[in-house]
């Protein structure tokens, strides 16, 4: 493959909608920006990537997170190449609602984790289009520290769309962050929503983050969410807050310990920590660690990587077949009427089904 | 349509595989074992039913659940004349782990219910093929009072399938047991697999049993079985177990303050009882009715039923598309070794997902 002939085809391509990363990202690529306009070759963007070269990866994760299909297609190619560069890697998903203080948890438990070493790219999956509070887009203003700290890599969630769509593009971008050399994988998610499924099947570690004192109405979280966690933080654990928070965390505790066991063999923790005065920070990051040891020795770790990988495969099928049927002209016209006639009771919703099955499958 | 014909037709179908309840239905049903054999038509099946004849309902029963076309087809017949007539009522999922005296339990909490005056019918959703300790089917014959009892008809598990499959069923037999006139529905699962969700989706009311005093690793329970749960009743609370019960009542009880709350508007209670004093039973049905009218007032009760037909509609979809896909020929020739590539890090899941997707769609 000659450079010089990419070099002119990505000239030719340079006003035909190359995706931009956002705004709010420029900043951090400021140098760069006479770069950005010109599309890279495959080779080119790999060959980044893997010699770390953050801009580089920006604008392959905006390959990704973009609709065209010619974007698609060179963002699999990418794809494809980095995999068997993918280094070991440790993916924490970390969620709480807004006012939680997710932002300033991920400043601090990053700074930690950089500090000693690590590499750490943190994602946000939040498919919902109205970004308030919570989305790490406004926050990253704000993790002023960690933005600014050369060991990390702070990537906004990806604009609005489905949440298949958005995982997928998650879990994509998290194959280049890892072949980029980042050892740590934060996804951030808001807890109130779908995603955090999706996030607990592309993660390692599930760490919930709860206020203390804040009754069941305030917290937000969605029922199921805490029975994924494996470890609870109890946030804003300082001055007044700090006999309150400790409460919380023995009656967590003892709530934890009436759940059935996990799959991992590994018992949820319970901490609390004060972001603003970097306690109980660094214990948060033990536990992590001592999750990984044990799920490596214990084999959970590996098989459960496996499994999510199948899952993603077929979870992805499915949504492809989905679409395809709820896209057909023939069932968008009668599916609404058929669907009101179960709501009413005069079919079953079997029958209804079945009767739009077979509309999908005859062949005209 | 000639009651004649019906009859010569019947009698010429009548070596070719008309599904007979399972035998340990017979027993109920010993009266009538002359007509069994004999096939009905649509009308009479449905006549039957609507007169609450409980052996026309078990055959209809039995046409559910029946795999050849002929006989769903006359089931789906059934059961588009019978939905009309359904009446209103309860239809609550009960769960537990083998062990936890499930059985004991309903015929405790059942004979109440038909001593009250309700029409109650006993199911099952059991769609292992292993049917130890806990399933109805062995159960029933434990269950001699009720069983016995004019206003109770049980239904043991239909036979093995899967569990789309057998959900399916149990919902369509809802439907003919509530046009037989029953006004309360229990629906019995084992706790320990992925039948739970299915049967909350189909259920008004989630009950879950518990012991007292076991480990984590004796309940057995699958996690995320605990935040569907309406109410918690801590079984066995007799003899030397009553201070554990109500410790683990109490245990339980602030659990359950601890998780979000729930969008019926109804905080899940715990209780002890033991239905082998038939203590504490009664106050567990009062829990239901209070549940029900709390949430037909609050108008969940309406919206939910609204929300799990449309559920059923779209989850037999999803199902129908998924079995055409894994069973299409160029897929099963391909899957396994793609799989591999991805269980190998070779290709991301999303590649393989849109390869398979490709060779499916692929106009031959």
Redo the contacts between chains.
């Keep these: 493959m000659s450079h010089k002939n990419d070099d002119f085809k990505s000239a030719l391509t340079v006003n035909e909608g190359i995706p931009q990363p956002p705004s709010v990202n420029l900043d951090s690529v400021k140098h760069f920006k006479s770069k950005i306009r010109k599309q890279l070759s495959v080779d080119e963007y790999v060959s980044g990537i893997l010699q770390q070269n953050r801009t580089i990866l920006s604008q392959a994760i905006t390959l990704i997170e973009s609709s065209l299909p010619k974007h698609q297609e060179i963002a ?1 190619k990418i ?2 190449l980095c ?2 560069h ?1 280094k070991d890697s440790v993916r924490i998903g970390i969620t709480g609602v807004p006012g939680v203080g997710k932002s300033s948890f991920i400043e601090s438990i990053g700074m930690h984790v950089t500090t000693s070493g690590h590499k750490l790219a943190v994602l946000a999956i939040d498919p919902s289009s109205e970004r308030s509070g919570g989305s790490i887009l406004g926050d990253k203003t704000r993790m002023e520290q960690l933005s600014a700290h050369p060991g990390a890599f702070i990537r906004p969630s990806p604009s609005a769309g489905s949440l298949g769509g958005v995982a ?1 593009k998650t ?2 971008t998290i ?1 280049l962050c890892e072949a980029a050399g980042f050892d740590v994988i934060f996804i951030e998610t808001v807890g109130v929503g779908q995603s955090e499924t999706a996030v607990h099947s592309m993660v390692d570690f599930f760490l919930l983050l709860m206020l203390s004192g804040a009754g ?2 305030l ?10 966690a494996d470890a609870i933080a109890i946030t804003k654990s300082d001055g007044s807050n700090v006999d309150k928070a400790s409460r919380a965390k023995s ?2 505790q ?2 934890l ?6 799959d991992s063999g590994w018992n949820p923790k319970v901490l609390t920590c004060s972001a603003h005065n970097n306690i109980g920070i660094a214990d948060i990051w033990n536990i992590i660690e001592e999750y990984i040891s044990l799920t490596k020795e214990n084999g959970f770790f590996k098989s459960n990587r ?1 499994k999510q ?10 949504e ?3 679409s ?2 709820y896209e057909n002209e023939k069932i968008k016209n009668k599916i609404n009427s ?2 009101k006639e ?2 009413s ?10 009767a ?2 077979n509309e ?2 005859r062949k005209d």
Excluded: C, N
């Design positions: 699999q794809i494809e995999l068997p993918t997928r879990r994509e194959y069941d109405e917290q937000g979280i969605k029922r199921g969410i805490m029975e994924m009656e967590y003892s709530a310990h009436l759940f059935p066991s996990t496996i990988s199948s899952y993603w495969m077929h979870q992805t099928i499915q492809g077949i989905k395809h049927f058929i669907e179960v709501l009771s005069k079919i079953s919703s079997f029958e209804a089904a079945q739009l099955l999908y499958f």
